[in-house]
């Protein structure tokens, strides 16, 4: 585990990474326009749209599901997809049966070149901790009901390997082209804690 990885995150972090930017650009180590434009590429250019882009061309293009399914990194490679906070991404698909869910028990690690910055609940104590003991509770509690039939799987993200949940196509998607399929796959649904939009 790497520091970076699994340390919890101190109360005062906002000041502590506040100073240490201050001091690295001081000693020259790096140009605040560097760091705006590292924060401007996860917050606006990085973000859920890639991974989305991602799941609907394994619904389209049953090649690209099973290399996705095989090797995420490499397949994501292809579609220019990837960086820091994703070196290993792995896919796991939900079916009929399984239903997939990822978290971070110990910190937040996410898959940030598919889904960019992690939502506030995903970091959260709670989700981190009741997910691995309830998650049929907890994926009820956010609005998703499992049937009690559908078994339950859990990734527990770690620095090394990242999971993006590949959501099952939505009844009625039928005959949608790719990039329309792309736009009902929500960040929650490769997270594992909702299902893609239906089509409208
Ligand atoms: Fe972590």
């Given at each position: 585990?790497?520091?970076?990885?699994?340390?919890?995150?101190?109360?005062?972090?906002?000041?502590?990474?506040?100073?240490?930017?201050?001091?690295?650009?001081e000693?020259?180590?790096?140009?605040?326009?560097?760091?705006?434009?590292?924060?401007?590429?996860?917050?606006?250019?990085?973000?859920?749209h890639?991974?989305?882009a991602?799941?609907?061309?394994?619904?389209?293009?049953?090649?690209?599901?099973?290399?996705?399914?095989?090797?995420?990194?490499?397949?994501?490679?292809?579609?220019?997809?990837?960086?820091?906070?994703?070196?290993?991404?792995?896919a796991?698909?939900?079916?009929?049966?399984?239903?997939?869910?990822?978290?971070?028990?110990?910190?937040?690690?996410?898959?940030?070149?598919?889904?960019?910055?992690?939502?506030?609940?995903?970091?959260?104590?709670?989700?981190?901790?009741?997910?691995?003991?309830?998650?049929?509770?907890?994926?009820?509690?956010?609005?998703l009901?499992?049937?009690?039939?559908?078994?339950?799987?859990?990734?527990?993200?770690?620095?090394?390997?990242?999971?993006?949940v590949?959501?099952?196509?939505?009844?009625?998607?039928?005959?949608?082209?790719?990039?329309?399929?792309?736009?009902?796959?929500?960040?929650?649904?490769?997270?594992?804690?909702?299902?893609p939009?239906?089509?409208?």
């Amino acid at each position: 585990m790497t520091a970076e990885g699994h340390d919890s995150a101190p109360a005062d972090i906002e000041l502590r990474v506040a100073a240490l930017e201050k001091v690295m650009i001081e000693a020259g180590l790096v140009a605040s326009d560097t760091i705006d434009a590292i924060v401007d590429t996860y917050e606006n250019q990085v973000g859920p749209h890639l991974g989305a882009a991602a799941v609907a061309r394994a619904w389209v293009d049953e090649d690209f599901r099973r290399r996705l399914l095989d090797d995420a990194t490499t397949a994501l490679a292809e579609l220019g997809i990837g960086g820091v906070q994703g070196e290993v991404v792995v896919a796991v698909e939900n079916t009929e049966r399984v239903h997939n869910a990822v978290v971070c028990t110990l910190c937040s690690c996410y898959p940030w070149p598919v889904l960019g910055l992690p939502p506030a609940w995903y970091k959260s104590p709670p989700y981190r901790a009741r997910m691995v003991r309830e998650p049929r509770a907890v994926l009820a509690e956010m609005g998703l009901q499992l049937d009690p039939d559908v078994e339950i799987r859990v990734w527990d993200s770690t620095a090394e390997i990242r999971y993006l949940v590949v959501p099952r196509r939505p009844a009625g998607s039928e005959g949608m082209e790719e990039e329309d399929l792309a736009a009902l796959v929500t960040r929650d649904s490769m997270i594992g804690t909702g299902e893609p939009r239906l089509p409208s």
